[in-house]
């Protein structure tokens, strides 16, 4: 079975830094996108970057030069590197893969349970 295991998040200062990973376990025969979308109380959960097979990403406004996705296709893992942190990014951050995995047909997406980052001093 298909998990999505994360890691990385925890406390930070304004201004200061953290790296986020999403591994996935078990079987994937293909990814077409793996994404980061993240939750703060009261709101819905948002996009915050995603990157496609082939190397195209997005970016949503708010962390456009502050934090940069990346993929390690041999590795099925995803990493948020996210600088200049501020406290609005405090949230739950959740991991997305949409793939397919081994024994199955259709593209499906899984989520990983999500890592709480909180930015304050």
């Avoid at 591994?23 to 959960?45: D, F, H, L």
């Avoid at 995803?78 to 949409?98: G, H, P």
Wanted: charged share 15%; with cysteine.
């Amino acid at each position: 079975q298909v998990q999505l295991v994360e890691s990385g998040g925890g406390l930070a200062q304004p201004g200061g830094s953290l790296r986020l990973s999403c591994a996935t376990s078990g079987s994937i025969v293909s990814i077409n996108s793996m994404a980061w979308y993240r939750q703060a109380p009261g709101k819905q959960r948002e996009l915050v970057a995603v990157e496609f097979t082939g190397g195209l990403k997005h970016y949503a406004d708010f962390v456009k030069g502050r934090f940069t996705i990346s993929r390690d296709n041999a590795k099925n893992t995803v990493y948020l590197q996210m600088n200049s942190l501020k406290s609005e990014d405090t949230a739950v951050y959740y991991c997305k893969v949409v793939g397919v995995a081994a024994g199955r047909g259709n593209y499906e997406t899984y989520w990983g349970q999500g890592t709480q980052v909180t930015v304050s001093s």
